[in-house]
């Protein structure tokens, strides 16, 4: 009834999205802003380019393809207006421009007839290359390419974790548990998220990361609970007595790793970005519907279902998976993982941390960059005409966006210092030349009402480029403020402000840069706490952080190995973009400090558990590593194998993100829990436990002695 509820409720609300305004970063985001000011009627446009298949253009030749181009698309409710031919500076090509009609917001839903016109003229002049591109073209390309992508990762993501579940349960009804929960928590924070979005508008991408995150920590949560009821009855406990026992231990690290993902969750508030912060409200919303179906739904499902859960058994599976009884010993395996740790604690700790930060090492060369049109893959027709397009007219390129707020009675003279602006770019070689008819003024944009003016100035580099960012810096430092800024009443950087690609990547990188550190200090002290206060031991906290501090930098490192360079092409299908996606490092950051803590959560409580019950620190060390290790193991399992098929996606953000998430998880659960973690717990012995006397947990008082004749028994008499 919850999940109902709360998805039907989001459904009826609606989703509020987020604008242009709540997502301006630095002096890109004011040009947007100023842009979205003067409310232009900005029409969706089309590229139609004629090139020759070899050799030098037949003008001729072309001019008639060009003619045919204007006539099939005139004749098309879809098309407002054809330009005339426009030839390129070296004679190689001609360009047609077409401006569709209707609401630019669904043009690219009507874009395949022209896509359609253009081929039929292309058919008609086999011996020239009539191809069409443009932000419409290539986002319906983008939009089948990706859609195939994500269509395929969600399709193999559910099969995907039932078969690993049922690999780690070998029972067909316990395995279907934790998916259930996952999914049932993914839709009710759905639903709750289009509530919430009224608070805080959403983006595009909370979708997805509530149901990256909901699967992750669902499934977690289910298997916590499943493997320690599993293991009571192993002992011989009944049944009711078994989920008891497992609601008071994995109930209660559930609730302690669902408040450790909550807070790295909310440490994303302090990006003051409101990409950053609708995904904070998605992965917060997620994880505490999870732990409130852990602590409600789940036990009373498995009260409900008995022994049912291990029905219908898969036979060899079932004989590997279930539940060691009592005097059957510890896995094997695991007890020769652990002896390195257990045995020879300081050479073992010295030589995985030197490895981790080995790994970790790359990441101080890390370089941060939105990904740019030279990043989408090149399998489309729409993206090699582009590519052509570019190369022929260079304006049509990476392009800087002027705009200012035009004071009043200032009109002609900002029109007049844009103007002078434009020529002086087109003479510098920073800049594109202006790819205008003989005698033509550059092209500066009014709003009606006269208070914003606009130009684009483009570069003929790579947005990423080191060039493009000089043009950048060029034109905000000096072509900016010695032209417009000059114009009574207009402030450079402010009132004219330059925007565009090169603007929002340099900006967003440096945003990151300096919200990084307050975000990861945030995350830090509060994780500090609450591990702290938790396991009432300071050193617990401080070595959870470190770990987890360890397991964040080795998966930096390697993503910025992987995808900063050019030798992991090949095998993963992308092109290096020399940097790693700027939002990643903070996303990234949080989301595996998060789940990492799921995790430590578990292991520590399983060590700490043994620890009151009397065994040496060596004995619980290696008693709470095997007794959670598969739970531990087949959770990774099913987060690594999600998490790689985001790998196989298309886009360079995907795929370092998926890489990311996924060596993290693989390096957390294997070298921090199997080696860092046993072999430090083993050195540090009983000081794992010291806090400062507040901290301290109280001792029930002893009852008093009875009395015996007026004396005390066993006062030594």
Same mark, same amino acid.
């Given at each position: 009834? +919850?999940?109902?509820?709360?998805?039907?409720?989001?459904?009826?609300?609606?989703?509020?999205?987020?604008?242009?305004?709540?997502?301006?970063?630095?002096?890109?985001?004011?040009?947007?802003?100023?842009?979205?000011?003067?409310?232009?009627?900005?029409?969706?446009?089309?590229?139609?380019?004629?090139?020759?298949?070899?050799?030098?253009?037949?003008?001729?030749?072309?001019?008639?393809?060009?003619?045919?181009?204007?006539?099939?698309?005139?004749?098309?409710?879809?098309?407002?207006?054809?330009?005339?031919?426009?030839?390129?500076?070296?004679?190689?090509?001609?360009?047609?421009?077409?401006?569709?009609?209707?609401?630019?917001?669904?043009?690219?839903?009507?874009?395949?007839?022209?896509?359609?016109?253009?081929?039929?003229?292309?058919?008609?002049?086999?011996?020239?290359?009539?191809?069409?591109?443009?932000?419409?073209?290539?986002?319906?390309?983008?939009?089948?390419?990706?859609?195939?992508?994500?269509?395929?990762?969600?399709?193999?993501?559910?099969?995907?974790? +039932?078969?690993?579940?049922?690999?780690?349960?070998?029972?067909?009804?316990?395995?279907?548990?934790?998916?259930?929960?996952?999914?049932?928590?993914?839709?009710?924070?759905?639903?709750?998220?289009?509530?919430?979005?009224?608070?805080?508008?959403?983006?595009?991408?909370?979708?997805?990361?509530?149901?990256?995150?909901?699967?992750?920590?669902?499934?977690?949560?289910?298997?916590?609970?499943?493997?320690?009821?599993?293991?009571?009855?192993?002992?011989?406990?009944?049944?009711?007595?078994?989920?008891?026992?497992?609601?008071?231990?994995?109930?209660?690290?559930?609730?302690?790793?669902?408040?450790?993902?909550?807070?790295?969750?909310?440490?994303?508030?302090?990006?003051?970005?409101?990409?950053?912060?609708?995904?904070?409200?998605?992965?917060?919303?997620?994880?505490?519907?999870?732990?409130?179906?852990?602590?409600?739904?789940?036990?009373?499902?498995?009260?409900?279902?008995?022994?049912?859960?291990?029905?219908?058994?898969?036979?060899?599976?079932?004989?590997?998976?279930?539940?060691?009884?009592?005097?059957?010993?510890?896995?094997?395996?695991?007890?020769?993982?652990?002896?390195?740790?257990?045995?020879?604690?300081?050479?073992?700790?010295?030589?995985?941390?030197?490895?981790? $930060?080995?790994?970790?090492?790359?990441?101080?060369?890390?370089?941060?960059?939105?990904?740019?049109?030279?990043?989408?893959?090149?399998?489309?027709?729409?993206?090699?005409?582009?590519?052509?397009?570019?190369?022929?007219?260079?304006?049509?390129?990476?392009?800087?966006?002027?705009?200012?707020?035009?004071?009043?009675?200032?009109?002609?003279?900002?029109?007049?210092?844009?103007?002078?602006?434009?020529?002086?770019?087109?003479?510098?070689?920073?800049?594109?030349?202006?790819?205008?008819?003989?005698?033509?003024?550059?092209?500066?944009?009014?709003?009606?009402?006269?208070?914003?003016?606009?130009?684009?100035?483009?570069?003929?580099?790579?947005?990423?480029?080191?060039?493009?960012?000089?043009?950048?810096?060029?034109?905000?430092?000096?072509?900016?403020?010695?032209?417009?800024?000059?114009?009574?009443?207009?402030?450079?950087?402010?009132?004219?402000?330059?925007?565009?690609?090169?603007?929002?990547?340099?900006?967003?990188?440096?945003?990151?840069?300096?919200?990084?550190?307050?975000?990861?200090?945030?995350? $830090?002290?509060?994780?500090?706490?609450?591990?702290?206060?938790?396991?009432?031991?300071?050193?617990?906290?401080?070595?959870?952080?470190?770990?987890?501090?360890?397991?964040?930098?080795?998966?930096?490192?390697?993503?910025?190995?992987?995808?900063?360079?050019?030798?992991?092409?090949?095998?993963?299908? +992308?092109?290096?973009?020399?940097?790693?996606?700027?939002?990643?490092?903070?996303?990234?950051?949080?989301?595996?400090?998060?789940?990492?803590?799921?995790?430590?959560?578990?292991?520590?409580?399983?060590?700490?558990?043994?620890?009151?019950?009397?065994?040496?620190?060596?004995?619980?060390?290696?008693?709470?590593?095997?007794?959670?290790?598969?739970?531990?193991?087949?959770?990774?399992?099913?987060?690594?194998?999600?998490?790689?098929?985001?790998?196989? $996606?298309?886009?360079?953000?995907?795929?370092?993100?998926?890489?990311?998430?996924?060596?993290?998880?693989?390096?957390?659960?294997?070298?921090?829990?199997?080696?860092?973690?046993?072999?430090?717990?083993?050195?540090?012995?009983?000081?794992?436990?010291?806090?400062?006397?507040?901290?301290?947990?109280?001792?029930?008082?002893?009852?008093?002695?009875?009395?015996?004749?007026?004396?005390?028994?066993?006062?030594?008499?």
């Amino acid at each position: 009834m +919850f999940v109902a509820v709360c998805f039907i409720g989001g459904t009826m609300a609606g989703t509020v999205e987020a604008s242009n305004s709540d997502q301006a970063i630095g002096e890109s985001g004011r040009a947007d802003v100023i842009v979205n000011e003067g409310h232009f009627d900005n029409p969706a446009t089309e590229s139609v380019l004629i090139t020759p298949l070899s050799g030098a253009l037949d003008r001729s030749a072309a001019d008639k393809a060009a003619a045919d181009v204007a006539t099939a698309m005139k004749a098309l409710p879809e098309v407002a207006s054809v330009s005339d031919p426009l030839p390129s500076h070296d004679g190689g090509a001609l360009l047609v421009r077409v401006t569709m009609s209707g609401d630019p917001e669904t043009a690219q839903d009507r874009v395949g007839k022209l896509r359609d016109a253009t081929a039929g003229v292309q058919r008609a002049h086999p011996g020239l290359r009539v191809e069409e591109t443009g932000g419409e073209s290539i986002g319906q390309a983008m939009d089948d390419t990706l859609g195939k992508d994500f269509q395929r990762a969600e399709f193999l993501s559910l099969p995907v974790t +039932f078969a690993i579940l049922i690999v780690a349960f070998g029972a067909l009804i316990a395995a279907g548990v934790p998916v259930l929960l996952a999914l049932s928590s993914v839709a009710a924070a759905l639903g709750l998220s289009t509530l919430a979005s009224h608070l805080v508008p959403s983006t595009d991408t909370t979708a997805s990361v509530i149901l990256l995150i909901g699967m992750a920590v669902g499934v977690d949560y289910s298997l916590f609970y499943l493997r320690r009821e599993r293991e009571e009855r192993a002992k011989g406990r009944k049944h009711l007595d078994a989920v008891e026992i497992a609601a008071e231990t994995s109930g209660h690290a559930v609730v302690v790793s669902g408040v450790a993902v909550t807070i790295a969750m909310a440490g994303l508030f302090l990006a003051g970005d409101v990409v950053f912060s609708s995904l904070a409200v998605g992965s917060i919303l997620v994880v505490l519907v999870s732990v409130i179906g852990s602590l409600t739904v789940l036990p009373a499902l498995l009260s409900k279902l008995g022994r049912w859960i291990d029905r219908p058994r898969v036979p060899v599976l079932w004989r590997l998976t279930r539940p060691r009884a009592e005097g059957e010993g510890q896995s094997k395996v695991w007890s020769f993982i652990l002896r390195p740790a257990l045995r020879r604690p300081v050479a073992t700790l010295a030589i995985s941390v030197l490895a981790l $930060l080995a790994l970790a090492a790359p990441a101080l060369s890390m370089r941060l960059s939105f990904p740019g049109m030279e990043d989408l893959p090149r399998t489309t027709p729409a993206m090699q005409a582009y590519d052509r397009l570019v190369k022929a007219y260079p304006s049509n390129g990476t392009v800087h966006t002027v705009a200012v707020r035009v004071p009043a009675g200032q009109l002609d003279a900002t029109k007049a210092a844009l103007t002078e602006l434009a020529k002086a770019a087109a003479a510098d070689p920073l800049f594109a030349p202006l790819d205008l008819p003989a005698g033509a003024a550059p092209d500066v944009e009014v709003s009606a009402d006269g208070k914003v003016a606009v130009l684009d100035v483009a570069t003929p580099f790579a947005g990423r480029s080191e060039q493009a960012k000089e043009s950048l810096d060029k034109l905000r430092e000096v072509m900016v403020p010695q032209t417009v800024g000059k114009v009574p009443g207009v402030k450079a950087g402010s009132d004219a402000a330059v925007g565009g690609f090169v603007g929002a990547d340099v900006d967003y990188a440096d945003h990151v840069k300096h919200k990084l550190p307050l975000v990861v200090g945030f995350v $830090l002290v509060l994780t500090f706490l609450v591990m702290a206060f938790t396991f009432r031991s300071v050193v617990v906290a401080v070595t959870s952080i470190a770990l987890n501090l360890l397991s964040a930098g080795a998966s930096y490192g390697l993503v910025v190995l992987i995808f900063q360079g050019t030798w992991a092409e090949g095998i993963l299908g +992308f092109t290096s973009m020399d940097a790693v996606v700027s939002w990643l490092p903070l996303f990234l950051f949080v989301v595996l400090f998060g789940l990492s803590m799921d995790y430590h959560v578990f292991v520590v409580s399983r060590i700490r558990e043994a620890v009151k019950q009397g065994m040496p620190t060596r004995e619980a060390v290696a008693h709470g590593i095997t007794g959670s290790a598969g739970v531990v193991t087949s959770a990774a399992i099913v987060m690594v194998a999600v998490f790689s098929i985001f790998a196989t $996606l298309s886009t360079i953000d995907m795929k370092q993100l998926g890489v990311g998430l996924a060596a993290a998880i693989l390096l957390d659960a294997t070298i921090i829990r199997a080696v860092v973690l046993p072999s430090l717990m083993t050195l540090l012995g009983n000081a794992n436990w010291w806090a400062p006397r507040f901290m301290r947990p109280r001792e029930a008082p002893r009852p008093p002695a009875p009395v015996i004749e007026g004396e005390l028994v066993g006062a030594g008499r």
